[in-house]
């Protein structure tokens, strides 16, 4: 059922195409006054369509490591102990349902290389307790490709966009990857530029809004409430201590320009220095058109087709939602279409990789969930992360041991990531964000 009038696709259109514009350009663009704009938004924002943008952090560039993990089930009942299973894990970063040959979930992790051998035992234990059969795991390269979803072609007339001419146009990309940036040193990284870092990529509701849009201004006055908030905590953890002992030195030591000044120095370091990407708007289709998630690991492709497949999709954007991957054994596509193009892009990916092993994972339901990025992870005497045996296994095994103990294996972890500024619970919640993925721009590759 479409429930938006014309205005309102041109609105999403804009704010697709130019996240990071303020309302009254984009109102220019199209024609409106500032007001009508704002107003529309906000109407949007109300009826749950737009939600707030977010941005995505780079994991390679603060020295982790992606992995894709493909988790076989044989049983439905399955699902629930593994979803909490997993959302224990701390470096933890999405997971999503899968259908189709077989099903399961695709869980992906960003974590130190140095915990793979902990990573390994904690996944083989999921085995060992029966909340999934089996699992593949593949480490990203890097090379990833995510883009949200166009209005441009969503049209009466689907066939404006020629997919398959689209595709064959990959043959004439450079076999050659691009370089990719070195990691930053952590131990240049302060706790200030380290809560940029979550909450730029991230949008909490938390009762403020603060997102990649946000102004300078609007951040520093955030962050001076979260100090005085923790100024009126009984505990802290040894994160936060660190924390607040950082925002102290900033917000006590400068007068309100210095203020202004080095915080903007430390925005430039985490936005502006390929710490974070993909800044994006957020919206929900199900109200107006129906869509459908289609991924696939493919495995054993030769690096020149790998580098031609990320080339293309890199380069010349396609107009609905597309995540790529680059795989050490392969490559991750998964894309969100409308189902005129379905069996289109199935033809495409059986026909070019009838040679190789395609694993079809069909999302579709609210079973699906990110993470954002997880603050506590870092040592800040080692100013690396995390790395040890408590943290990475033994810890985690006891909290699923003690939800099973009461009856609460249901419950997703929910307690982690995000501070909460009024004082409610413990200090550290998170906000889940979960997607719907027949209707919902958020299903991206992660």
């Not at 603060?210 to 609007?218: H, P």
């Not at 040894?238 to 203020?259: C, G, M, P, Q």
């Not at 370091?269 to 289609?294: C, D, G, M, Y």
């Not at 694993?359 to 954002?372: T, V």
Request: net charge neutral; hydrophobic share 35%.
């Amino acid at each position: 059922m479409d429930q938006l009038n014309i205005l309102d696709r041109k609105i999403l259109l804009v704010l697709q195409n130019y996240p990071l514009e303020s309302f009254s350009t984009l109102a220019e663009k199209l024609k409106i006054s500032p007001q009508t704009m704002i107003r529309r938004i906000n109407a949007l924002k109300e009826n749950n369509i737009l939600f707030m943008p977010v941005a995505t952090f780079i994991p390679e560039r603060i020295s982790l490591t992606r992995y894709f993990v493909t988790l076989n089930i044989s049983s439905l009942h399955q699902f629930t102990y593994l979803q909490m299973a997993l959302s224990e894990f701390n470096y933890i970063r999405s997971y999503n349902r899968f259908y189709g040959e077989n099903f399961g979930m695709l869980a992906v992790f960003d974590l130190p290389e140095e915990a793979k051998t902990q990573f390994i035992k904690y996944l083989n234990y999921l085995v060992e307790q029966e909340y999934c059969d089996s699992f593949i795991i593949d480490k990203a390269m890097g090379y990833r490709v995510t883009k949200p979803e166009s209005l441009t072609n969503y049209s009466k007339d689907p066939e404006l966009f020629n997919l398959i001419g689209y595709w064959q146009k990959r043959k004439e990309k450079s076999e050659e990857l691009p370089r990719l940036p070195s990691p930053v040193k952590l131990e240049s990284l302060e706790p200030m530029h380290m809560l940029l870092l979550r909450d730029l990529t991230n949008f909490a509701k938390n009762g403020v809004e603060i997102s990649i849009r946000s102004k300078q201004t609007d951040l520093i006055d955030h962050y001076k409430k979260y100090y005085m908030h923790l100024g009126k905590k009984i505990r802290m953890t040894d994160n936060e201590k660190y924390v607040y002992a950082n925002l102290s030195e900033f917000f006590d030591t400068r007068n309100a320009h210095n203020i202004k000044v080095d915080f903007g120095r430390k925005y430039y370091n985490v936005a502006r220095h390929s710490l974070i990407s993909n800044p994006r708007w957020t919206f929900s289709r199900k109200l107006f058109e129906q869509h459908v998630t289609r991924a696939f690991i493919i495995k054993n492709v030769p690096k020149n087709e790998k580098a031609q497949i990320f080339r293309l999709l890199h380069e010349e954007a396609l107009p609905f939602e597309t995540g790529f991957e680059l795989l050490n054994d392969g490559l991750f596509l998964r894309f969100a279409i409308p189902p005129y193009y379905d069996s289109k892009l199935n033809y495409i990916i059986w026909n070019t990789f009838k040679d190789y092993q395609v694993c079809s994972l069909d999302f579709f339901g609210k079973h699906g969930a990110w993470w954002p990025f997880y603050l506590e992870n870092y040592n800040w005497d080692t100013k690396y992360w995390k790395i040890d045996d408590d943290w990475t296994y033994n810890n985690v095994l006891t909290e699923i041991d003690n939800k099973l103990k009461t009856n609460n294996f249901g419950d997703i972890k929910l307690n982690k990531h995000i501070p909460i500024e009024n004082g409610n619970g413990n200090g550290n919640a998170s906000y889940l964000h979960e997607h719907i993925s027949n209707g919902n721009s958020t299903v991206s590759a992660p």
